[in-house]
Structure formats: structure tokens, C-alpha cells
């Protein structure tokens, strides 16, 4: 997995100057990624064809991944003989940004089979097509929180205590993951 940092970036943070960490460094930078996506939905590296399933057309279907290429959307479905259909006339708009698709002013869903997976969405996501181009898109406030975690990590390799993670620290990255997680309409 591609971070929202370059190894360069995170050592400059850690102020490492040697490259003896390098594998531990790029690990710890991909789980703070991986947590990232899981928190909020940001995706670094451009992905093709993500696909997003869903049990039945309900009245929106929201993306949960982000950033989402609209220009990619393809809606699919199952109909009510099981067979594969896409469907077109759709309307894709952004709210809160999360990307959210309805049917055009005027159509509505098809019939579809329901069960899991009978309705799917695939789309591109990501800030960029490479790990650089997806850094320089992440907002600032995301690819601090991964220096901050990663530099956490780092400090505290061995077993830490539980419940031990400093309190300027709990409040930093509460501050800074909670504008950043996928609100849930």
C-alpha cells in the first residue's frame, strides 16, 4: 500500500538519518495508511474499478471511498431474472463530501434481484495515479495525522501499556482524524 507520505517525509519527521529503518519506517506508514482509509474513506494511490456492493437499489447510494473520479461511475445490477444490466440514468452529485448517486430528475431504479452484491458501483478513486501525486493531493491535516502516528509507533515499538498513549497526543489525533471521517446520513 501507498501512503499518504513518502518514506522521505516521514523521516525528515522522525529526523532519521540513516536508512538501516527503511522497511520499519514504510511499514509503519503503510498501517497509519491503511487506518486512514478505514477511518475516513481517503484513498492515497489512485485505485481503477473499486467496487462499492450493495444488497438493493436503495433511495441513494453513497460511496464510501474518497476521492471519487464521477467521470468513472458505472452502476450495475442484477435484474429481476438474474441477469447483469448497468444503469445509466443516474445523477452523481457530492454532499459532504461523499459522493452519493440517485437516479436523474424524471427515471427511476430498476427492478433489481435483492441480496448481497445484486447492486454494484464501480468508480476510480484515489488523490493520484502515483504515491507522489496521491501525497500532493491528501489534505494537510491527514498526512500530519500519519506522521504523528507513525512517529508514535516508532517511539513505542515495544509493548506499550494499555490505555498509555499520552494525552496531548489522544487529543491531537482526535483533532485531526475527526474532521477528516465519513459522516454517515
Not at 513518502?6 to 495508511?33: C, P, T
Not at 464510501?64 to 464521477?70: N, S
Request: aromatic content about 8%; glycine content about 8%.
Amino acid at each position: 500500500m501507498a501512503g499518504f507520505i513518502s518514506l522521505a517525509d516521514a523521516k525528515a519527521h522522525l529526523r532519521v538519518l540513516h536508512d538501516e529503518e527503511d522497511v520499519g519506517i514504510q511499514a509503519l506508514i503503510d498501517a497509519a495508511s491503511e487506518l486512514i482509509e478505514l477511518e475516513t474513506g481517503y484513498v492515497a494511490v489512485e485505485r481503477e474499478a473499486e467496487t462499492f456492493a450493495f444488497d438493493r437499489f436503495d433511495r441513494v447510494l453513497e460511496l464510501r471511498k474518497r476521492p471519487v473520479d464521477p467521470e468513472t461511475i458505472v452502476v450495475g445490477y442484477l435484474d429481476t431474472n438474474g441477469e447483469a444490466q448497468r444503469f445509466t440514468d443516474r445523477r452523481v452529485y457530492v454532499k459532504q463530501d461523499t459522493v452519493r448517486i440517485v437516479p436523474a430528475p424524471g427515471h427511476v431504479w430498476p427492478r433489481a434481484l435483492c441480496g448481497q452484491g445484486a447492486v454494484t458501483v464501480s468508480a476510480t478513486v484515489g488523490f493520484g495515479a502515483t504515491a507522489e501525486a496521491g501525497a500532493a493531493g491528501a489534505p494537510e491535516t491527514v498526512k500530519h495525522l500519519i506522521r504523528l502516528l507513525v512517529a508514535y509507533w516508532y517511539d513505542n515499538r515495544g509493548a506499550a501499556e494499555s490505555g498509555s498513549v499520552d494525552a496531548d497526543l489522544r487529543i491531537a489525533i482526535r483533532s485531526l482524524f475527526e474532521p477528516n471521517r465519513m459522516l454517515r446520513v
